[in-house]
């Protein structure tokens, strides 16, 4: 079965410093791949997409950037934290788009970032 | 463009109560529509679904039908329990742009003994 992990759960930073959050996927090839952020009583908002190894789409403007690396690795990171970027992040995989399949995102735990 | 808007929260109702939480989108195409569920502190999981105009995506009492002629997906439950509060998330996806999701503003349900 596939399964999603995201890590570190919770992370306490100071504006300035480095932010690197990793999303992996087990038990699947090829999935597309999304990083969401959720602030504080907000909705979901799409940050990135990637479709393939080193192919990642940006949805916003920020100071935010993502990378991936291998084939099931999705990885958020900044060099330079702002107080605006605390908030939930969530990972999700899909099964490639020209596959359909169920349609469905699968979404990981998430990651509360606190920037202070 | 494409969006997706619900019906602002919370939404306090006692147990055994009717649940409706309304959803209308806007998209280009023909978009997949979902309801995904957030409890406290976790993530999301996908609630139900429908892929195509007339379907009913249902799950756990949960019902919604993909009403095309009204750009509709509204959320229905007969009877609420204590363990359905939650944030309640409307989404739709396209199948092009990495057939990304995009989300409602979300609905939070709180439902009371």
């Known amino acids: 079965s596939q399964t999603i992990h995201q890590w570190p759960a919770t992370l306490v930073q100071p504006v300035g410093s480095p932010l690197s959050l990793e999303c992996t996927v087990e038990?699947?090839?090829?999935?597309?791949l999304y990083w969401y952020r959720q602030a504080a009583g907000r909705g979901l908002q799409l940050l990135f997409y990637?479709?393939?190894?080193?192919?990642i789409s940006s949805e916003v403007p920020q100071n935010l950037s993502a990378s991936r690396p291998q084939d099931r690795q999705f990885i958020l990171s900044s060099k330079k934290l702002l107080l605006s970027d605390s908030g939930f992040y969530l990972c999700a995989w899909s099964v490639p788009t020209s596959g359909r399949g169920s349609g469905e995102l699968f979404f990981g735990e998430g990651s509360r970032l606190t920037v202070l | 463009g494409n969006s997706v808007t619900q019906m602002e929260g919370p939404v306090t109702l006692s147990e055994e109560a009717f649940l409706t939480i309304n959803c209308t989108y806007t998209a280009t195409g023909y978009p997949s529509l979902f309801w995904y569920v957030q409890y406290p502190g976790e993530g999301l999981q996908l609630l139900l679904k429908?892929?195509?105009?007339?379907d009913k995506g249902s799950n756990k009492g949960f019902e919604a039908t993909y009403r095309k002629e009204t750009t509709s997906f509204h959320l229905e439950k007969g009877s609420v329990q204590v363990s359905d509060s939650a944030v309640y998330f409307c989404a739709l996806r396209l199948w092009n742009q990495g057939g990304k999701l995009i989300f409602g503003q979300g609905t939070e349900l709180s439902v009371k003994p």
């Open positions: 990637s479709v393939g190894i080193g192919q």
């Open positions: 038990g699947t090839s090829n999935p597309n």
């Open positions: 429908a892929t195509k105009a007339d």
